[in-house]
Nanobody
Framework: QVQLVESGGGLVQAGGSLRLSCVAS????????MAWYRRAPGKQRELVAV???????TYADSVKGRFTISRDNAKNTVYLQMNSLRPEDTAVYYC???????????????WGQGTQVTVSS
């Protein structure tokens, strides 16, 4: 079984910074892309950032220039460095991983439980 666990959320003031971490563990053969999503109260889940196995990154327009996604393949970990935080960044942040549990299995998406980020004005 595969588990993804996020950490690093909390309460910060506008303009502050926070770094989220997500560790994947369990039966993992290889990980392709890893991503961060977020869901604000009353809103749909949105994609925040993606990093591929080749370290190509993609960001939502709302976070470009402020957030940075990175990964440590040796630790099966993905990070999200969040700077210049705004109240509208308040949401539960989820990590996901497109991975295979064995060489003979195809890529499938797995999700963490989420971590709360609250930005006060």
């Amino acid at each position: 079984q595969v588990q993804l666990v996020e950490s690093g959320g909390g309460l910060v003031q506008a303009g502050g910074s926070l770094r989220l971490s997500c560790v994947a563990s369990g039966n993992i053969f290889s990980i392709n892309a890893m991503a961060w999503y977020r869901r604000a109260p009353g809103k749909q889940r949105e994609l925040v950032a993606v990093v591929t196995s080749g370290n190509t990154t993609t960001y939502a327009d709302s976070v470009k220039g402020r957030f940075t996604i990175s990964r440590d393949n040796a630790k099966n970990t993905v990070y999200l460095q969040m700077n210049s935080l705004r109240p509208e960044d308040t949401a539960v942040y989820y990590c996901s991983a497109d991975l295979a549990r064995a060489a003979w299995e195809s890529w499938k998406d797995y999700w963490g439980q989420g971590t709360q980020v609250t930005v006060s004005s």
